[in-house]
Each structure stands twice: as C-alpha cells, then as structure tokens.
C-alpha cells in the first residue's frame, strides 16, 4: 500500500508527465510545419530554377559543375547529368581561355562578374554567351564555389551583324546613287555653263555684228564697184589680183559677220515638224561634191521610221554642215564617214563619224566654245561647234562628242522626237 504522501508525490509525477507530453506534441506539429514549409520552398525554388530561361549551374571550387538546370543543358547542348562534373575550362578555347582564367582568379577573390563570351556548344558551333557569376560562400565565409547565371544570346548577335551587314549594303547603295546623281549634276553643271557662255558671247555677238554689218555691206558694195570700174580700165594683172583677194576677204567678212547674226538671233519664226532624214539628204547634196573631191567615203545608215523633230530646217542643216565640214577639214588625206540616223526611246540620234586626225584630251572640254578653234589663222573662226551647240539646244537636244587622238571623233545629236 502506498502512503498518502506517495500518492501525492506520483499525481504530481503524472501531471508533469502529462505537461511535458503536450509540450512534445506541440514540438512535433511544429517540426512538421517548418518540414512542410521547407518542402514547399524547395518546390518552389526548383520549380523558378528548372522553368528559368536563364542556364543556371553551381560550380565548386575547382570550377567542375555540382548543379546545372535543363536549360544550361540546352543552351550548352548536353544532357544535365552528363553536365554534372565537367570543368568549365572545357568549353572555352583560344583567346576566350586567358579571359577566363583572369576571370575565375577574380571569382576566388570573392568578386562577382558579368562579362560576354564565345564558347563551344557539343555540336561543335561557337555560340555567344552572357554570362553572370557570383562567387558562394559557406556559414565561416569560406568559398565554396560559383553560382552561374547564363543567357544564350548567339541569335541577337547573328540578328546585330545581319543588320550591320544589311546597312553596309544599303549604305553603299546610297553612295553609288549620290556619285550618279553627282555626276548627273555636274553634267548638267556643265551643259549650263556651255550655255551661260554661249548666252554672253551671243549678245556679245549680236553687238558688234550690228556695228560692223553695215559697214562690211558697204565695203564690199564699194570693193566690187571698184573691181568693175577696174575691168574696165584695164588696170594691171597685179592691180586686179589684189582687188580680188579683197573683194573675197571683205566677203569673208560679211559671211562671219552674217554668221554671227544668226548665232545670236532670237527664233521669231514657230518652229517646224522636220523629218531628219531628208534634212541630211539635203545637206549631204551641198556637201557631196567636197567629199569626192577629198577621197572620202561616205557609208549612210539611215532608220526608216524616225519621228519628226521640231526645229527650222535651215538652221539645222547649218548643224549638219558644220560637223560635215569639220570631219572633211579632219581628214586631210581622206577618209571613211560614217552618217546614222536611229530612234531610241522616242528620241531621234544622229551619229557623224569620221576617221580623221581626231581631238586632243585637253581640247575635248573646249571645242563647243565659241571661237575655240586648232586650224591656223584664217582658216576657222572656232564658231562652228558653238553655233551648233546653240541650235540643237534650242531643238531641245544635245550635242555631244568621243574621240581619241589618231582614230577620228564621232558626234552624236540627240533630239526628242515630236509629242515626246
Ligand atoms: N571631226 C573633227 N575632228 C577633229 N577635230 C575636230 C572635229 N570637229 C571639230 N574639231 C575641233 O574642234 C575645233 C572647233 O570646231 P569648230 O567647228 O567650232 O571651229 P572650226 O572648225 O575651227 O572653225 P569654223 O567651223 O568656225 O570654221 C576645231 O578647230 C577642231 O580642233
Ligand atoms: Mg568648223
């Protein structure tokens, strides 16, 4: 039998016993809990780490792989668990190395990079990555290896050298039609410098033309009195000579100053429908005799079906003449010549071609200047090509000219057509 005082003492036992049990219950649902919450955020850590776009990896202190996530795995090309242990020196080769070597040094120091590397994916391709690496420390702050954060960003480059290829291309596109537009400029800088010059030297022109018009009429009218006055009196051989050589210098005269006039003279008169074809037809019936005499060939090629042109007929055969003249006066010992007419894209081409003694390099800029001339005094006024110059351009054309020294000079005229 128990005495009352151990019955006490045994009561008081159960009822701490009783106390402490409940303590240990409370103690169990509480390591449960935190077991449970524990398990969650590991679920929900591996759950961020596996679906991440980001490689993830962990290395240790020699830098082998102790984690990687599906994703390094598929930037990399490797299965994870072939990823596990590898060093990450293998997939760095050439100048990236000794990058990555100074890089690892500053990890151990405890630093934390971000840099952009190239590295060997498994199916041998270099691919560019952009790598973040922060250096793990244990409790004790001792290194314990690396955490890498890793994007693939191979495409964004290829896409930023595609694009600076593409802007190269466009931008040398861009030069190649600002030099045309230059040289289309500086072309038309030129034709309007011809014109601007011939513009001065018409009016110009056209001044001491009137001045001297009447004058040279006059002369001339008094010099062939002269001459007939002289027939009559039955002056000397020598006497009449010379009154000839005057008669035709002040001729001369007249004819350059009439020249002038109609270099310088505004078109009063509508223009016409001429069709080139017969325009050269007449010209050549002024010129042909010249040509035989100077044994020179001529080859004709003329288009059947050229559109009018607008223009005064007259004036344009002038044009004719004058480079039907030059070629001749070219081709001193004689020659072949070469006289087409075409239609190009609604135009109408004139081509002269001759195989005389052609232009110097330096003179090819200077030849549709008035008064430019290479023949010796007397024998050219230089105003031809710039007469011409001036009547096609009132045509609405172009003259323009190739040549090489010793192998002749073509001249091409090019007129729109009528309606064009
Ligand atoms: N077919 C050609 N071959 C070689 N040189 C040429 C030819 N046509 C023109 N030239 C050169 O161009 C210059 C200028 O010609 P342009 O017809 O204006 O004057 P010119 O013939 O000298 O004198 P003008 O015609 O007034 O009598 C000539 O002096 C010559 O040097
Ligand atoms: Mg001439």
């Given at each position: 039998m128990c005495s009352g005082d151990e019955v006490d003492h045994l009561r008081r036992r159960v009822g701490e016993l009783q106390a402490r049990l409940v303590e240990l219950e409370g103690a169990e649902k509480k390591r449960l809990q935190v077991e449970n919450e524990l398990r969650e955020s590991q679920k929900l850590y591996?759950?961020?780490?596996?679906?991440?776009?980001?490689?993830?990896?962990?290395?240790?202190?020699?830098?082998?792989?102790?984690?990687?996530?599906?994703?390094?795995g598929d930037i990399m090309g490797y299965g994870v668990?072939?990823?596990?242990?590898?060093?990450?020196?293998?997939?760095?080769?050439?100048?990236?190395?000794?990058?990555?070597q100074e890089l690892t040094e500053q990890r151990l120091q405890g630093?934390?990079?971000?840099?952009?590397?190239?590295?060997?994916?498994?199916?041998?391709?270099?691919?560019?990555?952009?790598?973040?690496?922060?250096?793990l420390a244990d409790e004790d702050g001792e290194f314990i290896g690396v955490l890498t954060v890793v994007f693939d960003i191979t495409e964004l480059r290829r896409a930023e050298e595609e694009l600076e290829r593409n802007k190269r291309a466009y931008t040398d596109q861009l030069e190649a039609m600002v030099r045309e537009r230059t040289n289309q400029l500086e072309e038309a800088q030129a034709k309007l410098i011809q014109s601007a010059k011939l513009a001065a030297v018409g009016q110009?022109?056209?001044?001491?033309?009137?001045?001297?018009?009447?004058?040279?009429?006059?002369?001339?009218?008094?010099?062939?009195?002269?001459?007939?006055?002289?027939?009559?009196?039955?002056?000397t051989q020598n006497t009449m000579a010379t009154l000839d050589i005057a008669v035709e210098q002040a001729g001369r005269i007249a004819h350059i100053v009439q020249d002038l006039l109609n270099f310088s003279r505004t078109p009063t008169d509508r223009p016409q429908s001429l069709n080139i074809n017969e325009r050269i037809d007449s010209s050549l019936r002024l010129s042909r005799r010249l040509l035989t005499d100077r044994r020179i060939d001529l080859h004709l090629d003329l288009h059947e079906e050229l559109p009018n042109v607008l223009g005064d007929p007259v004036e344009f055969e002038q044009v004719l003449i004058n480079l039907l003249n030059n070629a001749v006066e070219a081709m001193a010992d004689g020659g072949e010549l070469y006289l087409a007419s075409n239609a190009e894209a609604g135009q109408v081409v004139i081509s002269l071609r001759d195989t005389g003694e052609g232009i110097e390099g330096e003179d090819l800029g200077s030849i549709f200047d008035p008064f430019f001339t290479t023949k010796n005094f007397g024998e050219g006024t230089g105003l031809g090509l710039s007469i011409s110059y001036g009547i096609v351009q009132k045509m609405g054309g172009y003259i323009a000219v190739e040549s090489e020294p010793g192998s002749g000079a073509v001249f091409h005229i090019k007129l729109p057509g009528e309606g064009a």
């Open positions: 591996r759950a961020l780490i596996e679906t991440a776009f980001a490689g993830i990896g962990i290395t240790d202190v020699e830098e082998n792989l102790t984690f990687a996530n599906s994703a390094l668990e072939e990823l596990i242990g590898i060093n990450l020196s293998r997939f760095v080769e050439g100048e990236e190395y000794n990058r990555y630093l934390r990079n971000a840099y952009e590397t190239r590295v060997r994916h498994k199916d041998g391709a270099l691919i560019n990555l952009l790598i973040s690496a922060s250096p110009l022109a056209a001044g001491v033309a009137h001045e001297i018009n009447n004058p040279v009429g006059v002369l001339l009218m008094k010099l062939k009195f002269l001459l007939s006055v002289a027939e009559r009196e039955n002056l």
